[in-house]
């Protein structure tokens, strides 16, 4: 899987996250209908009504939100999504399938006791989105999952699968989500350079800290999140500049029930029990770079050389030159010593 591709895949799941918590008994997931039934034509020129059945609804907008729509066709029925994924040559019939985060996973709830040697052809009920694999755990992000989008743990050839739309995402180029660090290749207006220190402090993307809040938000900039309670807790997700700029989920033992964004004055450091580790490479990190810059990610278009101290604003690993500093351009990792 190219990086490229692994980078689209991501930022599919972040998109579906960023709904997370949207529920019918709030009215908060009416926002998921009004942006299915604003982008023309509808499938089928249905418009959707806010008390019908969601999931697919949700999945197509998450495409939608992506620019995805080439690779992950809209429908707001299930029946009609796989005959779409079918005729695009990317549907998996397989249940035993081992799924890749952004596959789109179809439920049959009628699915019977024999599930594990038999394959399941029967009409679909649910849709949802694979978030992750970790060993035979499938994660799945759901609309109209009891009412609200949540998630599901459920075993790989578990009960209850019917098969897997496969979006091609090496074929498009997928839109990061609204108050997120990932960027599109392209470098931002020229900032003034290395006096800025937005972003110190950040934890970075697996972190274990300690989350002492009691609320958590289901995007980065929302106005209010339900309640949830402290513990340990691990970083998912970064938003430089955000409201709630950590993206945490709670850790199994730690007491915390969080699983959304939060305020940075709400975390500290897990326990440590020898020095301190070196700083990392991250989104608002503080390096120091002394050498030529590029215009893209890829080490194209060698530019002016620079010498100094900057903050990473957008960061790719495993791409040639992937750490953008300030409003410069791109520089490569391994000329970058990380100081904060």
Not at 31 to 50: C, E, H, T, V, W
Request: hydrophobic content about 35%.
């Amino acid at each position: 899987m190219t990086a490229k591709e692994k980078q689209n895949r991501a930022n599919i799941v972040a998109i579906a996250e960023s709904f997370f918590g949207c529920k019918e008994s709030d009215g908060s997931h009416k926002k998921i209908i009004d942006i299915y039934n604003a982008d023309k034509p509808l499938a089928r020129g249905y418009p959707m009504k806010y008390t019908d059945a969601w999931c697919a609804c949700f999945v197509s907008v998450v495409s939608i939100r992506g620019g995805a729509l080439a690779v992950m066709p809209k429908e707001v029925g299930c029946g009609k999504m796989i005959e779409l994924y079918q005729k695009l040559g990317r549907w998996q019939e397989n249940d035993a399938y081992v799924p890749a985060p952004g596959d789109v996973v179809f439920y049959d709830w009628n699915d019977g006791p024999n599930y594990a040697e038999t394959d399941n052809t029967a009409a679909p009920d649910h849709v949802g989105i694979v978030v992750s694999v970790t060993g035979s755990t499938i994660k799945v992000i759901e609309g109209n999952m009891s009412n609200a989008v949540g998630y599901r743990s459920l075993a790989v050839n578990g009960r209850y699968i019917r098969g897997f739309g496969l979006p091609d995402f090496s074929a498009v180029t997928v839109k990061a989500p609204a108050g997120t660090a990932t960027r599109p290749t392209e470098p931002p207006a020229t900032s003034t350079g290395s006096n800025d220190t937005q972003g110190a402090g950040m934890p970075v993307v697996g972190d274990v800290v300690h989350f002492t809040g009691a609320a958590h938000y289901a995007s980065a900039n929302a106005n209010s999140g339900p309640a949830c309670k402290p513990g340990t807790a691990k970083v998912t997700q970064l938003a430089l500049g955000a409201k709630h700029p950590v993206h945490l989920i709670a850790q199994s033992g730690g007491g915390s029930t969080v699983y959304g964004w939060v305020d940075l004055a709400d975390i500290q450091g897990a326990t440590s029990t020898g020095t301190a580790p070196a700083p990392k490479m991250r989104v608002g990190a503080r390096v120091k770079y002394s050498g030529p810059l590029y215009r893209d990610s890829n080490g194209n278009g060698q530019g002016k050389a620079v010498n100094g101290t900057y903050t990473v604003k957008y960061y790719y690993p495993g791409r040639k030159c992937g750490v953008h500093i300030d409003g410069l351009g791109w520089v490569p990792e391994s000329a970058c010593s990380v100081v904060g």
